[in-house]
């Protein structure tokens, strides 16, 4: 059943009344044309009651923006967007192909800062996943007993010539009348030898969702900061301030135990009476990552839930903390991001 503008509709009484869905509802799909984004494919996604946002298979399936009710609550670095062609995972060159957006996928092998393995190979700041295209993309709306699914679905390989072999299995959903989005991915190693890998996603907060008037809540849990400048403001971990001047990020860990396995964090902003509630299973994924970047011109508000306390791969794997997926397993992640009026 759907549900527009308060009223709950089935099918049938849809049909009596929308000729096309597509005036209220859909999957469109499309080609960015000019600037760096030259070329790449998207899928954009319309619920029907207020949620909109923008997929990208030649990106991992990302979410490059997502709005609610017209109000933009995703975050875009000055790069914009950027085709994987121009993200050459070298040395030194994140800053220049990042995108942001609503939420960019981060690993296999690494997330955080670029490092150098104990086996000497690179591998770059936040891994290579989030830049790798998607096979047998798809967009596609069709109902399913009384319900519109949106659906945008695809797989991403991240694999090496005698050496490892992942495949990330991803689709995201919504529903006609409904203002959630929920990504499930499923990780599957096809080599015949366990493999270390690492997971995080990257969602993203920006203006003008993102102000002072943000209030975000956390689950109670023990907050690490990752910096000194972190420990200096870590009283005011969850409190957003306008832009600052040189401000130098803040990153903070937490280990939530969430309840009966699922965490949430709410974030509201009663100037706007627009609340986000990101919840998500924390089995494969034990770290909350926050960023907090205040900083004029890079102001962003990062949740992330990951397995990995971004300390590069060796460090990771000298505290134990680097995790293996088993020769043939495959791992689920589900997580759920709803947008609501306050």
């Known amino acids: 059943m759907a ?17 096309n869905l597509g005036q209220l509802a859909g999957v469109s799909q499309g080609e960015y044309c000019g600037g760096k984004a030259d070329g790449l494919r998207f899928f954009d996604v319309k619920t029907g009651s207020g949620l909109a946002y923008t997929v990208m298979p030649g990106r991992c399936l990302d979410i490059a923006s997502l709005s609610y009710r017209g109000v933009n609550i995703s975050f875009m670095a000055k790069n914009g967007i950027v085709a994987p062609e121009h993200g050459a995972p070298m040395p030194g060159n994140f800053g220049n192909y990042i995108t942001g957006g609503m939420m ?40 399913e007993g009384d319900n519109y699914v ?42 015949a030898e366990d493999e270390e890998f690492v997971i995080l996603y990257h969602f993203n907060f920006g203006f003008p969702f993102l102000s002072e008037k943000l209030k975000v809540h956390f689950p109670k849990c023990e907050v690490i900061p990752r910096t000194d400048q972190a420990r200096a403001g870590l009283s005011e971990a969850a409190v957003m301030t306008p832009p600052v001047d040189g401000f130098f990020e803040h990153v903070f860990f937490r280990e939530p135990e969430g309840e009966n396995g699922v965490v949430t964090v709410s974030l509201e902003n009663p100037e706007l009476g627009i609340g986000v509630r990101l919840t998500y299973e924390n089995e494969n994924l034990p770290v909350l990552v926050q960023w907090k970047s205040m900083r004029s011109g890079d102001y962003a508000l990062g949740i992330e839930p990951a397995n990995t306390f971004l300390t590069g791969r060796p460090n990771e794997r000298k505290n134990g903390t680097l995790k293996r997926i088993k020769a043939g397993q495959s791992l689920t992640f589900r997580l759920r991001l709803e947008c609501y009026d306050l």
């Open 3 to 19: 549900k527009i503008n308060g009223v709950t509709y089935s099918k049938s009484d849809i049909l009596r009344r929308v000729p």
């Open 150 to 191: 949106l659906e945008c679905s695809g797989l991403m390989r991240e694999s090496q010539l005698f050496g490892h072999h992942l495949t990330l299995s991803r689709t995201i959903t919504s529903k006609l009348g409904e203002n959630a989005l929920e990504l499930c991915d499923v990780l599957e190693n096809l080599e």
């Open 104 to 143: 960019f996928t981060c690993g296999l092998l690494n997330a955080g800062p670029e490092c150098t393995d104990t086996d000497g190979s690179f591998h770059p700041a936040h891994g290579r996943i989030g830049i790798t295209p998607a096979e047998q993309a798809c967009g596609r709306a069709f109902w």
